[in-house]
């Protein structure tokens, strides 16, 4: 699932969603966590609940039915955040990608028919800017890595954060519950190359291309990106993709966009970039 949908509920997902919740105190965070674990073990799924603390986990599970047997006989794991995402001093997405896929290979080996994630990975947003950057390119990263394995991932965000910072964390997941913020724009790693999809307004300008620059790292050369499944971009999208562009080609990367839409195309052009078409 690439197309940008909104989550209204923490069930009914499957093996390859990827969504992303903001919460806004504990009880509403154990709102989102319990039914989407008892989803999980319904399917016979392994379970894992990342949050800041021990204490918070044991909170946000409370009410799980046959919480204390699925300890018992390893179905349920928790797990700090600091233990499971910044081991070694930071958040390596590279890294963090290739523990999940592990993961998921053990609970398949272990008899279960996946891994399910439910993750409040809040502090990883509180670390700055370069902190976010970070982490924006390991959503990416666990995106594509959920086209390839049976994981479900209910990404936790506290809504104190602001807009600001979960905008840009938002548009890297195909499905998003934040409010009543309607979800635009997906940024997608699944399939050969980067894609767009959705639409980008004056709302996800900003957060577009925020997670663009983010997702595409340091390295020198080219960045493809997909835009056949864009539907809409106006002035203020365009004007964002062409900072984003301008802002890699500083370090050296050339932000190719390609497949644009008649209507897409024409805005981008209007800034400097021309779509090259298939």
Same mark, same amino acid.
């Given at each position: ?20 919740? /903001? ?5 509403? @965070? ?22 800041? $603390? !021990? $204490?918070? +986990?044991?909170?946000?599970? $409370? ?12 179905? +349920?794991? %928790?797990? *700090?955040?600091?233990? /499971? ?5 930071? +958040? ?29 990975? *809040? ?10 950057? +970070? ?18 991932? %209910?990404?936790?965000?506290?809504? /104190? ?10 548009? %890297? ?21 980067? $894609? ?5 307004? @004056? *709302? ?5 291309? &925020? ?7 340091? &390295? ?18 365009? !004007? ?5 562009? !301008? ?7 050339? %932000? ?23």
């Amino acid at each position: 699932m690439t197309t940008p949908q909104g989550l209204g509920t923490p069930t009914g997902l499957r093996p390859g969603d990827h969504a992303c919740w /903001s919460f806004g105190d504990g009880a509403d @965070l154990a709102a989102a966590v319990v039914p989407f674990l008892e989803e999980g073990h319904r399917r016979d799924e392994q379970l894992v609940v990342v949050g800041p $603390s !021990r $204490s918070a +986990l044991l909170a946000a599970v $409370s009410g799980l039915p046959h919480r204390d047997e699925l300890f018992a006989a390893g179905r +349920l794991d %928790l797990q *700090t955040t600091g233990d /499971s995402y910044t081991a070694a001093g930071g +958040l390596t997405p590279a890294e963090q990608v290739e523990h999940y896929r592990a993961a998921t290979r053990a609970a398949l080996a272990g008899g279960r028919t996946g891994l399910r994630v439910a993750a409040d990975v *809040t502090e990883l947003v509180r670390g700055g800017r370069a902190g976010r950057r +970070l982490l924006h390119a390991y959503e990416q990263l666990a995106d594509e890595l959920m086209a390839a394995v049976p994981m479900t991932a %209910l990404c936790l965000y506290d809504a /104190s954060v602001g807009p600001e910072v979960l905008g840009p964390v938002a548009v %890297l997941h195909p499905l998003q519950h934040l409010g009543d913020r309607l979800p635009l724009a997906h940024l997608s790693g699944r399939g050969p190359r980067l $894609s767009l999809h959705g639409e980008v307004d @004056l *709302t996800e300008a900003a957060h577009v291309a &925020t997670a663009l620059v983010d997702v595409a790292g340091d &390295t020198p050369g080219e960045l493809v990106l997909d835009l056949a499944d864009l539907d809409f971009l106006d002035v203020a999208g365009a !004007r964002a993709l062409a900072g984003a562009a !301008r802002e890699l080609a500083a370090r050296g990367i050339d %932000l190719r966009p390609v497949a644009a839409r008649r209507n897409v195309r024409r805005c981008l052009e209007l800034f400097g970039l021309a779509p090259e078409q298939p």
